[in-house]
Nanobody, 127 residues
Framework: VQLQASGGGLVQAGESLRLSCAAS????????MGWSRQASGEEREFVAA????????YYADSVKGRFTISRDNTKNTMYLQMHSLRPEDTAVYYC?????????????????????WGQGTLVTVSS
């Protein structure tokens, strides 16, 4: 599975961006997926994730109410809609995916669980 992240850019505080993660080379509907980010000098953190069915989702407290994760199985693409962006949201955003066993239906924020990673897209929020 190959993941291609896009949509990053430079915005002002309070504005919005939508990130996309296009997947190829696998069965998209079987992928469990998430978005993580890494700010300069900080550890990578997951900001949003969902189960392979998309039925359950996770949001970090720092983005709840502002970010929305979604997927379009017809386009093999996952999205992260970001509203009310803040300077502290500045980071490189990575999409990640894995194909968990059938019995595992939940999301995960464990980076080691994900087998596939996109190249990252930079989001810069100016104050």
């Amino acid at each position: 599975v190959q993941l291609q992240a896009s949509g990053g850019g430079l915005v002002q505080a309070g504005e919005s961006l939508r990130l996309s993660c296009a997947a190829s080379g696998g069965t998209f509907s079987r992928l469990r997926m998430g978005w993580s980010r890494q700010a300069s000098g900080e550890e990578r953190e997951f900001v949003a994730a969902f189960s392979k069915s998309g039925g359950t989702t996770y949001y970090a407290d720092s983005v709840k109410g502002r970010f929305t994760i979604s997927r379009d199985n017809t386009k093999n693409t996952m999205y992260l809609q970001m509203h009310s962006l803040r300077p502290e949201d500045t980071a490189v955003y990575y999409c990640a995916a894995d194909t968990p066993p059938f019995a595992i239906t939940s999301w995960t924020t464990s980076a080691s669980s994900y087998d596939y990673w996109g190249q990252g897209t930079l989001v810069t929020v100016s104050s």
